[in-house]
């Protein structure tokens, strides 16, 4: 069976300083992965998706990046953190072979405030 | 341009009545939109409920039910008989094949009532 990890639970951290978030999918070759954020009442965003190692299409720019450095693990980073970061971070997997209507399963999520 | 706009939150039913979540989009760079319903338990993950890829088409899941209308735009969630373990947050999304993204709704929060 697959499963989705995310690290860490939840993150308080200060404006201005480097964030790291990450995600590990077990017991699936390839996925699709993606990440999304959803700001404290707001909109379930996509901002990241990649098909493949080393691949990373951003889908909206909210001054962070991704990166793909293993077929298992999706990390979500910003040098320097904003307020407006905070929020509800998910990250997603779906099948390989680029079919978007195949179901994404969901991680837990990070819960980030920023102060 | 794409997005999705469903029923304001919290919508509160009492148990056995029926439900609907209205749900609708619109889809201007999306030429074959493939369209899902999430829901949200408390203390659980995002999970997919029900999904259509094809207009015209129902989707059914957990006594849950959305047609696809591309007439009018929508994919209303309906449920004929509620229960209380229905209580959670749902969400109405767009997808696109093209480039693997989803639109999501701003979630309905559901609460039954015993």
């Known amino acids: 069976a697959q499963t989705i990890h995310q690290w860490p639970v939840a993150e308080i951290k200060a404006v201005g300083s480097p964030l790291s978030l990450g995600c590990t999918i077990k017991?699936?070759?390839?996925?699709?992965l993606y990440w999304y954020w959803q700001a404290t009442g707001g909109t379930l965003q996509q901002l990241f998706y990649s098909i493949t190692v080393g691949q990373v299409e951003s889908v909206v720019q909210l001054n962070l990046s991704a990166s793909r450095p293993k077929d298992d693990q999706f990390i979500l980073s910003t040098e320097k953190l904003l307020l407006s970061h905070s929020g509800f971070y998910l990250c997603?997997?779906?099948?390989?072979?680029?079919?978007?209507?195949?179901?994404?399963?969901f991680g837990p999520g990070t819960r980030l405030t920023v102060l | 341009g794409d997005s999705v706009t469903q029923t304001e939150g919290p919508v509160t039913v009492s148990e056995s009545e029926s439900l609907i979540i209205n749900c609708t989009y619109s889809a201007t760079s999306i030429a074959y939109p493939n369209l899902f319903w999430y829901v949200r338990y408390p203390g659980e993950g995002l999970q997919l409920l029900l999904k259509?890829?094809?207009?015209?088409q129902k989707g059914s899941s957990r006594g849950f039910e959305a047609t696809y209308n591309k007439e009018t735009t929508s994919f209303h969630l309906q449920k004929a008989s509620v229960q209380e373990s229905d209580s959670a947050v749902y969400y109405c999304a767009l997808g696109e094949n093209s480039n693997n993204r989803i639109f999501f709704g701003d979630g309905t929060q559901l609460v039954v009532k015993p």
């Open positions: 259509v890829i094809t207009a015209g």
């Open positions: 017991g699936k070759s390839s996925p699709n």
């Open positions: 997603a997997w779906s099948p390989p072979g680029g079919v978007n209507y195949a179901e994404q399963f």
